[in-house]
């Protein structure tokens, strides 16, 4: 009788999964701000003082860049993951329109698709 065994999870691996993770919470916070709600922050300023960030900057705020769809697609219909705020964004800006450096292709590529 032969045993099989299953390898350990490779560290590269792990290191990916949350790292896609986090990319897929990067997506839900800044759908959720740009939606005009409150996200959380932490004031920043660089080790050498040269840059300080006491607060979250307003501008573009409302605007939403033609990125949501292709995530939401990944994270929420392959992977599962609820993203809220994303399909927030989808809904006022689907189908997507022309931007001033390319033509968006997104809504029509990945909307709806079933999940792999």
């Not at 709600?37 to 660089?46: A, E, F, H, I």
Request: hydrophobic share 40%; charged share 15%; glycine share 6%.
């Amino acid at each position: 009788m032969q045993t099989f065994r299953t390898p350990p999870v490779a560290p590269a691996l792990l290191t990916l999964s949350v790292l896609a993770w986090l990319l897929a919470l990067g997506f839900e916070y800044t759908a959720k701000y740009n939606l005009g709600l409150d996200v959380p922050y932490k004031p920043y300023r660089s080790v050498q003082g040269r840059y300080n960030y006491p607060a979250i900057s307003p501008t573009g705020r409302g605007r939403f860049a033609p990125i949501y769809e292709r995530a939401y697609h990944h994270y929420h219909d392959r992977r599962g993951m609820e993203m809220p705020f994303t399909k927030q964004v989808l809904d006022k800006t689907r189908p997507e329109g022309w931007q001033l450096h390319h033509i968006p292709w997104c809504t029509l590529m990945f909307a709806g698709l079933p999940a792999m």
